[in-house]
């Protein structure tokens, strides 16, 4: 139990335009959503915690009108990365925290999302 | 500010061999860790954790020690297999559900 799926897979586009990332809990009800970001050789970067129904929280230098998040219902939270430049070109982690889990506050994690930037 | 950072980027074991991974952190109130596990491409998985109320904790073929003394988290994995290969990371779960998360290390598994 506990899956956490994310769509697309990968991603390439041109600068200039926008992408959606999908995050989706299969199985359980998601209250709080964490998007991440991951940079080749190096470790995971939390941008912002999203929370079901709310405006999501951007931890500081993550610009929050360039990387905008909805979380619109306990299984999906979306992340677009508006006006996408070569340099947002990473390694985009979404995970999910389910209350009712064995352990406190443990997040699921999707398989990430490749996004290229031309 | 506070951080969570590994010593050693990357380490070679040959098969059979036990790994031991360190992490020190460096924000003493810090009272849950969790060690993940990340192969090329995907997302991190879950190993094992352990509570600042507790020195050690076993899973299977995993050992998890905490120094509170010392601020030192380390990760032993028996036997290590080529399985094993991927990038081992240590994370700190803050009292908002927060994961902060080490640089990472590289464990490449040798024949």
Redesign the interface.
């Known amino acids: 139990g506990a899956v956490v799926s994310q769509h697309p897979s990968w991603v390439i586009c041109k600068s200039g335009t926008s992408v959606k990332i999908e995050c989706r809990s299969l199985d359980f009800q998601a209250t709080t959503m964490f998007w991440y970001r991951q940079f080749p050789k190096q470790s995971l970067m939390l941008m912002a915690t999203s929370n079901e129904g709310s405006k999501a929280t951007y931890e500081q230098g993550v610009e929050k009108d360039k990387f905008l998040i909805n979380h619109a219902s306990l299984t999906l939270s979306t992340l677009t990365v508006t006006s996408a430049h070569p340099e947002d070109s990473s390694f985009y982690i979404c995970s999910a925290v389910t209350w009712a889990g064995t352990r406190d506050n443990e997040q699921f994690f999707g398989p990430g999302t490749r996004l290229t930037v031309l | 500010g506070e951080s969570v950072g590994l010593h050693l980027p990357t380490l070679s074991v040959q098969e059979g061999d036990n790994s031991i991974i360190n992490c020190a952190y460096s924000n003493s109130a810090s009272d ?1 860790f969790i060690w ?1 596990k990340q192969e090329s ?6 190993i094992i ?1 352990i509570r600042s109320n507790m020195d050690k904790r076993q899973g299977q073929r995993v050992t998890v020690l905490l120094n509170k003394t010392v601020k030192h988290l380390s990760l032993q994995i028996a036997a290590t297999q080529p399985g094993d290969s991927a990038v081992y ?1 240590c994370a700190e ?1 803050d009292s ?9 290390t590289q464990v490449v598994v040798t024949p």
């Open positions: 849950y993940y491409g995907k997302g991190p998985q879950f954790d990371f779960n908002w559900g927060k994961l902060q998360f080490g640089a990472g």
